[in-house]
């Protein structure tokens, strides 16, 4: 089961989570090939990452538009950790370059308007890239550590990730600290294949850091656990929605030509079709 733990220290709070689930079902729908497949994986790590700070109807899309063999990504995701996304990696021409360029992180928070942050990304320094992200744009000084382990199949032998980010008034030293104590461990992917649990994981960034005394180890407290899904929450009617925009004049058109259109869902592969008679009062007015 995919899975997400929350918790908070005197310095810091943490983040940890399995996606590897998550990702598999989403590898059942988009099958990418497995260079695709591993940054979309952490690209969905991030988002659920980031979901889990989201309150009640709040919702998040990360959104990247690069240059290169993959050109753009888009996953979204909401406070319940339900999450969705797509890639398209149609540069053929570019496959040496995996891509660089902008990403936005766009928060819906039921406000007149979303919050947009805006920063460079390079995939091949993808968790660098998002610290400087939150360093930039939100002022939180972050150490992020990503675990995507794909075969030259396309199969997901593990995918999650670590995200510690310093409270407020913290302790100057903790995150060199803690910095130090990441690069004494293992990797992500590591301890992942390795079996260790979240909680085990948790324990492990926690033990032996030592507080500002130099005498005591940081307490920490996980504050929730949650399970998370690749889960699409496309409909008929939001698609038969998006097709009236054409007009009259263009669904006229369309239906001269063709007996029916049919739309597909970009995150989950559905497939909807509908019928002339089905914009009857569109056509008729």
Do not use: W
Not at 241 to 252: A, C, P, Q, S, V
């Amino acid at each position: 089961m995919a899975r997400l733990i929350r918790g908070i220290s005197k310095n810091a709070r943490f983040f940890i989570t399995d996606t590897t689930d998550v990702v598999k079902e989403a590898q059942k729908i988009h099958n990418y090939d497995d260079v695709s497949l591993e940054i979309f994986s952490k690209f969905c790590t991030l988002a659920i990452l980031m979901g889990a700070t989201l309150k009640g109807e709040d919702k998040l899309t990360v959104r990247t538009d690069t240059e290169g063999y993959i050109e753009n990504i888009v996953v979204s995701t909401d406070s319940s950790g339900s999450i969705k996304g797509y890639l398209a990696n149609t540069n053929q021409e570019n496959a040496n370059e995996l891509g660089h360029g902008m990403m936005r992180i766009i928060k819906d928070m039921g406000l007149k308007e979303p919050y947009i942050g805006i920063t460079n990304i390079d995939y091949t320094k993808l968790a660098n890239d998002i610290c400087s992200y939150f360093y930039d744009s939100e002022q939180i000084p972050t150490v992020i550590s990503f675990a995507s382990d794909i075969t030259n199949e396309g199969k997901v032998l593990c995918a999650g990730a670590f995200m510690v980010q310093l409270l407020p008034n913290a302790e100057e030293d903790f995150i060199d600290k803690l910095e130090r104590k990441i690069q004494a461990i293992r990797p992500m992917n590591e301890l992942m294949k390795g079996g260790m649990s979240l909680e085990q994981i948790a324990n492990l960034l926690y033990d032996d850091m030592e507080t500002e005394d130099d005498s005591l180890v940081e307490d920490y407290e996980i504050l929730e656990e949650k399970e998370v899904k690749y889960s699409c929450d496309c409909n008929s009617d939001r698609f038969y929605k998006g097709i009236i925009t054409l007009g009259k004049e263009e669904l006229t058109n369309i239906f001269k030509e063709e007996p029916e259109i049919q739309a597909e869902c970009q995150f989950c592969g559905k497939k909807y079709k509908f019928k002339e008679e089905d914009f009857t009062d569109i056509l008729k007015n």
